[in-house]
């Protein structure tokens, strides 16, 4: 049986395909890079709880084809995520920019990963062993 909780923020279920096929690699160093960043914005804006909101982890061929991923995607190989942040301070939840969670990450890895933003304030993270860097 798999343990479901990675970090203290991210549990297996929460990256697992959402298509129910069950696809659920958990890339250590991926896991690392979001939680990392999580750690750095609660401590940042003096917050008692961060929170990590998973809108795509890993994805399956179908899954992926479906909802119009790119044919090389790191989110099929379970090395991708796309994620937001929210931190609460005192007892208002608010959330991390996207810009700010790619510029921290930008920071932290000059010269390898996937970072992109996307619509809606999502930040996305890859482990590719390039750097890559986009908006949109």
């Given at each position: 049986m798999l343990i479901?909780?990675?970090?203290?923020?991210?549990?297996?279920?929460?990256i697992t395909c959402k298509c129910g096929c069950?696809?659920?690699?958990?890339?250590?160093?991926?896991?690392?890079?979001?939680?990392d960043a999580a750690d750095f914005f609660m401590h940042r804006e003096n917050g008692w709880k961060v929170a990590i909101i998973i809108t795509s982890g890993n994805r399956c061929v179908e899954h992926n084809r479906k909802i119009g991923g790119s044919d090389n995607s790191q989110h099929l190989?379970?090395?991708?995520?796309?994620?937001?942040?929210?931190?609460?301070?005192?007892?208002?939840?608010?959330?991390?920019s996207a810009d700010d969670l790619f510029?921290?990450?930008?920071?932290?890895?000059?010269?390898?990963?996937?970072?992109?933003?996307?619509?809606?304030g999502r930040c996305h993270v890859d482990c590719r062993a390039n750097k890559a860097r986009w908006n949109g």
């Open positions: 479901d909780k990675l970090t203290n923020n991210i549990s297996r279920h929460e069950g696809f659920d690699v958990a890339d250590f160093e991926l896991i690392t890079a979001v939680q190989y379970g090395k991708a995520m796309d994620f937001k942040l929210k931190v609460a301070v005192h007892n208002e939840w608010r959330f991390i510029a921290y990450l930008d920071g932290k890895y000059p010269e390898k990963f996937g970072i992109g933003l996307y619509d809606r």
